[in-house]
Nanobody
Framework: QVQLVESGGGLVQAGDSLRLSCAAS????????MAWFRQAPGNERAFVAA????????HYSDSAKGRFHVSIDNVKYMVYLQMNNLKPEDTADYYC????????????????WGQGTQVTVSP
């Protein structure tokens, strides 16, 4: 079992930056890839970014490339999503997810989810 707890969401203005954090725990958590997804009101949950536990491989959605950066501190068991130049269309609930590393990093097949953190970007 893997437990994931997100934090860092909030209300920001367009053009601002925000860093989301995900605290990962569980006896076997180091055997998991980690990812961020988001779900805007009325939309399906969508992939944002993923990273291997070792931090050596990253993958981004087209909307995240160039503005978002995923990172991992595998000593502190923390995963981060740095979001820059935020836009109103980035408004969503953001979820941390884990997928066993026997699976490919992408497409990311989440097995465990956090509870989500809300990000609202005003114009």
């Amino acid at each position: 079992q893997v437990q994931l707890v997100e934090s860092g969401g909030g209300l920001v203005q367009a053009g601002d930056s925000l860093r989301l954090s995900c605290a990962a725990s569980g006896r076997t958590v180091s055997f998991y890839h980690m990812a961020w997804f988001r779900q805007a009101p009325g939309n399906e949950r969508a992939f944002v970014a993923a990273i291997t536990w070792g931090g050596n491989i990253e993958h981004y959605s087209d909307s995240a490339k160039g503005r978002f950066h995923v990172s991992i501190d595998n000593v502190k068991y923390m995963v981060y999503l740095q979001m820059n130049n935020l836009k109103p269309e980035d408004t969503a609930d953001y979820y941390c997810a884990a997928s066993h590393d026997s699976r490919p990093l992408f497409p990311f097949k989440a097995e465990f989810w956090g509870q989500g953190t809300q990000v609202t970007v005003s114009p």
